[in-house]
């Protein structure tokens, strides 16, 4: 079991840049999430997926956010068009499929800054 | 919405003695999930604690166990015997059926030598 993975674990762009991450989930775990921490506060929900398909999405992402899981493994999540308030980190969690008492494993997030 | 409120931003406690983060939520729903996840610096979060809330019994996991307080919709942390380790951001976290986790604020806990 090596965990969720995320990558970049930091990135610094200038605002207006189009920004991507990835994360790849525990392998066996069908559900993704991603969040979004600002300082201070906890994990904020974006959107997940079951298996390829995303099942929702928060009103926090807005039309600049688009997240995709093509074959059901890995995920990404793009900004386009970045502002100052997209700093944050963003995490992204994975769990089992149909175990709701079952946790959401998270990775170590990536950090983004808005020059 | 559900909301969870950790109404205590920061706590600390002496090495080796008890400390208790209180946590309440706000849901109509009569089935769901409660958790508390640790942030240490710059770290990823991991679970620490977990309850069902249809189980009367609190859950507890070796220095770690919870006061689970169903109509009062309290779900308080207790760790015991605290180590410096546990020095870390705690959130609490609500979960309904297979969606999404609804987190607290946090409270950041310091462990004194």
């Known amino acids: 079991d090596t965990g969720v993975s995320q990558d970049p674990r930091h990135k610094i762009t200038k605002r207006g840049q189009n920004v991507t991450f990835r994360c790849d989930p525990i392998s066996e775990h069908n559900r993704l999430y991603w969040y979004r921490q600002t300082l201070g506060q906890g994990p904020e929900f974006l959107t997940y997926f079951q298996n390829e398909a995303q099942l929702e999405k928060s009103r926090l992402l807005s039309d600049r956010f688009s997240a995709e899981r093509p074959k059901g493994s890995f995920s990404t999540l793009e900004i386009q068009r970045t502002e100052q308030g997209d700093s944050a980190m963003y995490l992204c969690?994975?769990?089992?499929?149909?175990?709701?008492?079952?946790?959401?494993?998270f990775g170590d997030g990536t950090r983004l800054s808005i020059l | 919405a559900q909301t969870v409120t950790q109404s205590q931003p920061e706590m600390s406690v002496q090495e080796a003695e008890t400390v208790t983060l209180s946590c309440t939520y706000d849901?109509?729903?009569?089935?769901?999930?409660l958790f508390w996840y640790k942030q240490p610096p710059s770290r990823q979060m991991i679970l620490v604690i977990r309850?069902?809330?249809?189980?009367?019994q609190n859950a507890t996991e070796n220095r770690f166990s919870v006061n689970f307080q169903k109509a009062a919709k309290s779900f308080s942390l207790k760790i015991s015997d605290s180590q410096l380790g546990d020095a870390a951001m705690y959130f609490c976290a609500y979960r309904r059926g297979d969606n999404d986790m609804r987190f607290g604020a946090g409270t950041r806990l310091t462990v004194k030598p």
């Open positions: 969690a994975s769990s089992p499929d149909s175990h709701s008492n079952q946790p959401q494993h």
């Open positions: 849901t109509s729903e009569s089935d769901y999930y």
């Open positions: 309850q069902e809330a249809y189980k009367q």
